[in-house]
Nanobody, 124 residues
Framework: QVQLVESGGGLVQAGGSLRLSCAAS????????MGWFRQAPGKEREFVGA????????YYSESVKGRFTISRDNAKNTVYLQMNSLKPEDTAVYCC?????????????????WGQGTQVTVSS
């Protein structure tokens, strides 16, 4: 089992930036594909992006492509989500998740472990 703890959320004005971190423990981090999801009030959980074990492959949802960047530091057991040009519609609870799959899953069911999430609020 993997323990995941997100940090870095907060309140930011539209057009601003935030960087989220997700620290992992309990399993060799470099064996995990990592994903980011978000969930806004009254909406279903939405895939944001995923990064492969080595970090060489990254896939983003169309809604964040060009604005968000996912990276990882396997030496620090941490995955990051850099969010730029934030919009009010980006407001949500952001969660990181870990998958044992080699591919880059886009659906929550493919991820075995989840963090508690961190709130991101973008004001207009």
């Amino acid at each position: 089992q993997v323990q995941l703890v997100e940090s870095g959320g907060g309140l930011v004005q539209a057009g601003g930036s935030l960087r989220l971190s997700c620290a992992a423990s309990g399993r060799t981090f470099s064996t995990l594909t990592m994903g980011w999801f978000r969930q806004a009030p009254g909406k279903e959980r939405e895939f944001v992006g995923a990064i492969s074990r080595s970090g060489a492959n990254i896939y983003y949802s169309e809604s964040v492509k060009g604005r968000f960047t996912i990276s990882r530091d396997n030496a620090k057991n941490t995955v990051y989500l850099q969010m730029n040009s934030l919009k009010p519609e980006d407001t949500a609870v952001y969660c990181c998740a870990a998958s044992r799959l080699i591919s880059l899953p886009t659906i929550p069911e493919r991820y075995a472990d989840w963090g508690q999430g961190t709130q991101v609020t973008v004001s207009s």
